[in-house]
């Protein structure tokens, strides 16, 4: 079950120009910083920079929520959505995973044991 917006990613080449640009913008430096990874704690949510993806006038990538994303793909599929990106730890206990919607869309999940939905404003 996809509990809310937990995360939009931005493709960012040049990693640590997008890490001192958004901490400019966000006013608050990163609170996960590797080269693979940038994620800054905005209102309760998450704005991530990734460096292998190529930036674009389509926006961001949003992740939803879930409690077990590999269950989540698998009851997505079996609603006729289609495998993207396979379940990917991707550091401190944080997974992430994609499907394709049977519209065309990517469907971004992420399963993340230290979202606090109090932190929200």
Do not use: C
Not at 29 to 45: I, N, S
Not at 98 to 109: H, K, S, T
């Amino acid at each position: 079950m996809i509990l809310g917006l937990r995360t939009a990613l931005y493709p960012a080449p040049d990693i640590a120009a997008g890490k001192a640009w958004y901490s400019q913008v966000l006013g608050v430096e990163p609170y996960f910083d590797q080269p693979f990874y940038v994620g800054f704690a905005v209102g309760g949510f998450e704005l991530g920079l990734v460096p292998d993806a190529p930036p674009g006038d389509a926006g961001a990538q949003p992740l939803w929520g879930v409690d077990d994303v590999s269950a989540e793909v698998e009851r997505l599929i079996a609603l006729g959505a289609l495998p993207l990106d396979p379940v990917t730890e991707v550091g401190d206990g944080i997974k992430v995973a994609a499907v394709r919607d049977p519209f065309g869309n990517r469907l971004g999940l992420i399963e993340n044991p230290h979202f606090d939905p109090t932190a929200v404003r």
